[in-house]
């Protein structure tokens, strides 16, 4: 089942990972590089207003370019063309045209049919350089190469009208036939000139070029193609560089060559010379992105096939954000705060580099909410990197539509790498905004005008290549970086400081930590000690706890922590010394790596431990001591499964067969443990009795709402109940959603071929069953809260519903319903809402600011991390109920997922596990705690009612276009009021 298109891109919740990108090599300094200028955006805002959030006013004219009102007329031509596909006269179903709006008084397409446009990009009396860059940068967009390539063949075949007398025939040729073969000619020039990737991976679109260019070779006036072709053929194999030569005014600066002695450190490395080599590898990755990756948000799709160069910038990025993060999480408690002075530094050399992308990464690894926990250690950072910091942050401020970064990058002089990040939401807001056809078919070409602006601002940084040098070395060091994922990453940041160490300084956490150190090795110690060299002990055959430690079976890291282990060994550390976790990972995750059968014949064997072959009274007494300790510890293991992780009983009838079988086996030599065994075969007998009660895998709930439908409730508003009213009956339903979402869902789960299956077919009807009514509650509510406000007759009436939903928001943040909030934010967010301007004003400042508030709340709040942060009380435990960010959970269990089930030949990759099952004891957790109150029937009938109506989209979508047609669209002041983008999306 395919999952991962359902959570996949909430694996960076609470992080922004950059995108990145831009060319060469620089010393970067302003007025010191290059002699080549940035291109002022505004020089290209001719024929059109700017897309909404870009950043530039409306009605913005390029110098020498008559941009105003200009009639919209369809005239007729001079001469008929009688066939063909550039026949028909422009009429409003073919073509329409910008309101108000010319180029040197010829208006401005709005949309029209493919054939128009290609008829108008080869206008025989009307060449716009400007329209056919664009129609070139985006036509991928909207047809197929090929057919471009036809119905250019078929412009240049134009055939003449009859009945033609010689004057008008002569007359035909000159103003018609041959000013349209000259703008092909110009249109072929452009594309192998500017465009030449389009030709360089598409063989068989090389191939086809090339015919067509035979083809129309032979048109009178079109000779001049085949040298062309030749320049193309040149560029092709290499023979000639169509780069832009760049005059430096110094040479690329010397390198800072690392002094290694053994591993390389990078405390070791020069802050600016790992700017210059993170810059070099990144240039080299944004000049590779083709414009077409841009198109149709292709990086987002299928995989991003169509946009290798995209996903691979993409991917360094969060490489090297990871990097940071890692990095701060590796040293030593003595050292974080070192290591975070000298990324400081390193970001203070990539923004003298103008590389905004590396930049916005290593701010990015700072903002992961495993190291922004650790405020103790930036705290203690010298006050000449925190005020870097400081201003860094300023710089890169993503606020206000990044009203920061856009304002900094027209001051600076190239080369630059810009935050790729910013084009691509700028890219994703034309396309969600903007359908692609209008009127029927017509394609929207004002959208296209947008977006090819957008590439045109990210092409002019991939021109002008740094002045830089290659060190092997560090760029080796770079490349080859070891990441480690978030629940590692947050582990370890517990580590260093606990949840109820928030308030200590960096000198107590670091006291804390060595004390804690100290406690691990002397339980190592003893650990080592009971299961160290006894003497000669009974031969039992088959026996697997004979073997010693060693690097056949069982893995740590280079930080000491255990990371995997043959399976004996993991059931024997299992009954060795506690270790805190250890147990409940192991006891939640056992499904993964091992059957029912083995576990209970591991936990027989390591009961019955070999007799001591000794007469000495002493030594067997101490032996019989550690004998008793590791009896004791498999009736606990026991004891917590039975009670703690009850959840696999539940689902299993094997597993009731093989552990009471296990306790008749071990009862006999029980002892004085005897009474454990009674009460744990006591408990084990209510659950068979409650397995038997319930159908296999069925949740115990309270009953899933099915709401009255007696009574009709179209004339009551939402605000005759009160909003905690509602937001309680809120909770409760999606409460009963969330508790569809089983333990063994996530555990029977696995991937292949990148994409998540549940293996078993119970549970992947399970998973699906609970996808589907995750879904549509999702849905529901986002419809609902938009619905809600454009029932309203006036901008009153609605601004007073945002004041409503605003406050119920209020309360599902206090109920810590954050599945419910989100969805209703996105709805208040919506496209359709914020353009409500005239409503909008009249909500009250008191109102938008807690709304700004609730957002910045669900920010922090929709990683899975800072969701633990924020709900986790003294003893990282969740104590009141509480509905998480369910995607962000799903996300993080996918990400973990991915993870090899084994490492180092065959061992189990217990670190995997120990991710796997922190996030499904949560969710058991939280299932637990249930909200104590009962839904109001009264709310439940009214939303049964408001869903039933939504079904029925033929009476909403009228009412949404009328009261979108009585406000005024704004883009404006309101925009940094809401998402960037949604959440989750």
């Known amino acids: 089942m395919a999952l991962r298109s359902k959570v996949k891109a909430t694996e960076s919740k609470g992080i922004r990972f950059p995108f990145f990108g831009s060319g060469g090599s620089s010393s970067g300094k302003k007025g010191s590089g290059t002699t080549a200028k940035r291109q002022e955006s505004t020089d290209e805002l001719d024929e059109e207003s700017t897309p909404p959030g870009l950043g530039a006013e409306e009605g913005t004219g390029a110098s020498g370019t008559s941009v105003g009102p200009a009639p919209v007329c369809y005239t007729p031509r001079q001469f008929v063309i009688p066939s063909g596909p550039f026949a028909e006269e422009d009429t409003e179903e073919n073509i329409l045209f910008e309101e108000g709006r010319s180029v040197n008084g010829v208006p401005v397409i709005k949309a029209a049919t493919l054939e128009k446009l290609v008829e108008r990009v080869t206008h025989e009396a009307h060449p716009n350089p400007k329209y056919m860059a664009r129609f070139l940068l985006t036509y991928r967009s909207f047809t197929k190469a090929e057919d471009l390539l036809d119905l250019l063949q078929q412009r240049c075949e134009l055939p003449e009208p009859k009945g033609l007398s010689a004057e008008d025939r002569n007359t035909f040729v000159k103003k018609l036939q041959m000013p349209v073969r000259v703008r092909v000619l110009n249109l072929v020039k452009t594309w192998i000139s500017t465009y030449i990737h389009d030709f360089m991976d598409d063989k068989e679109f090389l191939d086809k070029f090339m015919a067509f260019i035979a083809r129309v070779s032979e048109y009178e006036g079109m000779k001049l193609v085949t040298k062309y072709k030749a320049q193309l053929e040149k560029a092709l194999k290499g023979q000639e560089v169509k780069a832009r030569e760049v005059v430096y005014r110094q040479n690329p600066p010397k390198v800072i060559k690392p002094n290694i002695k053994g591993s390389i450190d990078l405390l070791q490395l020069s802050p600016v010379e790992v700017a ?146 910013m084009y691509l939401t700028d890219l994703t807001f034309i396309e969600d905004g903007n359908p692609d056809t209008v009127k029927g078919n017509l394609i929207n070409f004002t959208k296209r005008r947008y977006v090819a602006q957008v590439i045109q601002d990210i092409q002019q940084y991939q021109q002008t290549p740094f002045c830089l040098k290659p060190e092997p070395i560090i760029q080796g060091y770079l490349r080859s970086l070891y990441i480690w994922d978030e629940e590692k990453l947050y582990q370890y940041s517990l580590e260093f400081m606990p949840r109820s160490a928030k308030d200590k300084s960096v000198k107590e956490l670091e006291t804390l930590y060595l004390e804690k150190e100290k406690e691990k090795k002397a339980s190592r110690k003893k650990e080592a000690e009971e299961e160290g060299d006894w003497g000669p002990l009974e031969q039992v055959e088959g026996y697997p706890f004979f073997e010693k430690d060693s690097k056949e079976n069982v893995s740590f890291d280079e930080n000491g922590k255990f990371v995997a282990a043959s399976l004996p060994k993991l059931v024997q550390r299992l009954t060795a010394q506690p270790t805190p976790g250890y147990m409940e990972t192991f006891l939640i995750s056992w499904p993964t790596f091992c059957t029912a059968k083995e576990l209970a014949q591991l936990l027989l064997q390591r009961y019955n431990v070999p007799q001591l072959m000794s007469d000495d009274e002493k030594k067997k007494e101490e032996y019989e001591k550690r004998t008793f300790s590791i009896k004791s510890r498999v009736i606990n293991i026991l004891k917590a499964l039975v009670d703690k992780f009850s959840f696999h009983f539940l689902v299993s009838d094997d597993l009731f067969i093989v552990i009471s079988d296990l306790l008749r086996e071990i009862r006999p030599t029980a002892g004085v443990l005897s009474g454990a065994i009674d009460r744990i075969e006591k408990h084990l007998g209510a659950l068979a009795a409650k397995s038997r009660e319930n159908k296999l895998g069925k949740v115990e709930r309270r009953n899933t709402p099915n709401f009255p439908t007696s009574q009709d409730t179209s004339s009551q508003g939402i605000m005759r109940y009160t909003p905690d009213l509602l937001a309680h009956t809120l909770s409760l339903i999606h409460h009963d959603v969330f508790l569809g979402l089983r333990p063994h869902c996530l555990l029977n ?237």
């Open 276 to 421: 210059r080599q993170l810059t070099v590898i990144e240039a080299e990755l944004y000049r590779k992105i083709k414009p077409w990756e841009f198109l149709n948000q292709a990086w987002a799709k299928k995989g991003g096939v169509k946009a290798p160069n995209v996903l691979e910038m993409i991917r360094w990025s969060t490489r090297v954000s990871g990097f940071v993060a890692t990095e701060i999480m590796k040293a030593h408690v003595g050292h974080k705060v070192r290591y975070i002075s000298h990324f400081i530094q390193i970001a203070k050399a990539l923004r003298e580099l103008n590389n905004f992308n590396a930049l916005m990464e290593i701010i990015a690894g700072f903002e992961n909410a495993a190291v922004w926990r650790l405020q103790p250690f930036f705290n203690e950072v010298p006050r000449r990197y925190s005020q870097i910091l400081e201003e860094l942050h300023e710089v890169m401020s993503t606020g206000k539509n990044f009203q920061s970064i856009r304002a900094t990058l027209k001051t600076v002089d190239m080369p630059c790498i810009p935050y790729l990040g």
């Open 749 to 985: 789960m696995s991937i292949s071929d990148d994409t998540p299956v549940v293996k078993d077919p119970h549970w992947h009807d399970a998973m699906k069953e609970f996808l589907g009514a995750y879904s549509a509650a999702e849905v529901f509510v986002y419809d609902f809260t938009v619905s809600q406000i454009i029932s309203g007759n006036s901008p009153n009436d609605r601004s007073q519903s945002i004041e409503f939903l605003i406050d119920v928001c209020d309360f599902l943040e206090r109920e810590h319903n954050y599945c419910t909030l989100l969805w209703v934010l996105n709805g208040l967010s919506s496209k359709t809402v914020r353009r409500l301007s005239s409503t909008w004003s009249r909500v009250s400042s008191a109102k938008r600011n807690l709304f700004k508030d609730l957002q910045k709340t669900m920010k922090t709040c929709c990683n899975v991390h800072s969701f633990r942060e924020k709900t986790y009380e003294p003893g990282d435990r969740f104590t009141i109920p509480c509905i998480p960010p369910v995607e962000s959970y799903l996300a993080a269990y996918l990400q973990r997922l991915d993870l090899p089930d084994r490492i180092e030949g065959d061992l189990i990759n217990f670190e995997k596990r120990e991710g796997m099952a922190s996030l499904v004891h949560d969710i058991l957790k939280l299932q637990n705690l249930k909200y104590v109150s009962s839904s109001n029937a009264e709310v439940k009938r009214y939303l049964n009612f408001q869903q039933r109506k939504l079904n029925v989209k033929g009476d909403i979508l009228p009412r949404v276009a009328k009261v979108l047609a009585e406000e005024p669209e704004n883009f404006g002041s309101d925009h940094e009021d809401i998402f960037v983008m949604k959440l989750i999306s």
